[in-house]
């Protein structure tokens, strides 16, 4: 889906088309969502995001300044959104609920919780070199694998409108992107 196309959507769901409307939700759906999971949030918080994402730009459809570039202002949201969300979850919230506190120590020896936790951490940090490897890489790259690791994915069609990338280069960008990664994690010693 081109700029001009998104642009002629917007403005005829404006005017009440509802065919328009779902053809935006469509085209743009895997955008939102590539955005949204690269925040890596749980399965219901996304499903949050996703919808509000959409319930913000139906509320700000008619006041669009550059319909052409909804799907900028739909990842801009979905960032932001996604942002709140994680902000949210890292506020603690403290209990002195005897049953709570109990209730680990029931599932897990001492020795079994402490490896689970070494082993989570470890899986967390290679999470996070992952993503800051992949934050260096360029705003093309980056760009350019988040669309790609869409659910479901995009067409390379849907790729090419999206971020404005000829189908042909699509594969080539995406095998030197991921060529790149790989070395810059190889160098860091991340498996």
């Known amino acids: 889906m081109d700029r ?10 404006v005017d009440g088309d509802g ?21 890596r949030l749980s399965d219901a918080d996304a499903h949050e995001v996703y919808q509000t994402v959409w319930f913000r730009f139906a509320q700000h459809l008619g006041r ?17 959104e996604s942002l709140k969300v994680i902000k949210s979850l890292q506020r603690l919230t403290l209990t002195d609920d005897p049953q709570l506190l109990d209730r680990a120590s029931e599932e897990h020896s001492p020795e079994q919780s402490l490896l689970r936790a ?16 992949l934050e260096e890489l360029g705003e093309r790259c980056r760009g350019l694998l988040r669309v790609l690791m869409a659910s479901p994915p995009p067409s390379y069609q849907e790729v ?7 189908v042909g280069s699509i594969g080539p960008l995406r095998q030197r992107c991921l060529r790149r990664l790989k070395a810059r994690l190889d160098a860091r010693g991340v498996r």
């Open 118 to 133: 070494e082993e989570a951490a470890a899986e967390r940090e290679r999470i996070r070199s992952l993503w800051r490897e």
């Open 19 to 39: 065919a328009a409307w779902k053809a935006l939700v469509e085209g743009l759906s895997p955008l939102v969502w590539s955005v949204v999971r690269a925040h």
């Open 64 to 80: 669009l300044r550059e319909p052409d570039k909804a799907g900028s202002w739909l990842a801009s949201t979905a960032r932001h």
């Open 160 to 166: 090419s409108a999206a971020l404005g990338i000829a």
């Open 4 to 13: 001009a196309d998104v642009g002629t959507l917007v403005r005829s769901a």
